[in-house]
């Protein structure tokens, strides 16, 4: 088993920052991929950025030049550096854990709302 917790949600102005956390713990020697979702009321969950075990990313074009995923491997921690943020961004933002071989998110946190006011 892996646990996420996420932290860092908060309200925030258009154009500006906030930074989002996600500490893991358990069966980490086998997670391929952590990954950042949100979901907006009324609409699906979305993937929005992605960091691979060997450090390659992905981001979704909304949030491409804005958001930033990285990494403290020392802390088992990942982050998602938001920037310009925008109403659009309003969510709560839920970080997931691939297993090797598996194609699907098989952990998920509780979620973080993240609010951002125009």
């Known amino acids: 088993q892996v646990q996420l917790v996420e932290s860092g949600g908060g309200l925030v102005q258009a154009g500006g920052s906030l930074r989002l956390s996600c500490a893991t713990s358990g069966r980490l020697f086998n997670v391929y991929v952590v990954g950042w979702h949100r979901q907006a009321p009324g609409k699906e969950r979305e993937l929005v950025s992605f960091i691979r075990k060997g450090g390659s990313t992905f981001y979704a074009d909304s949030v491409k030049g804005r958001f930033t995923i990285s990494r403290d491997t020392a802390k088992d921690t990942v982050y998602l550096q938001m920037n310009s943020l925008e109403p659009e961004d309003t969510a709560v933002y839920f970080c997931?854990?691939?297993?090797?071989?598996?194609?699907?998110?098989?952990?998920w946190g509780q979620g973080t709302q993240v609010t951002v006011s125009s």
């Open positions: 997931a854990a691939m297993d090797y071989g598996t194609g699907q998110y098989n952990y």
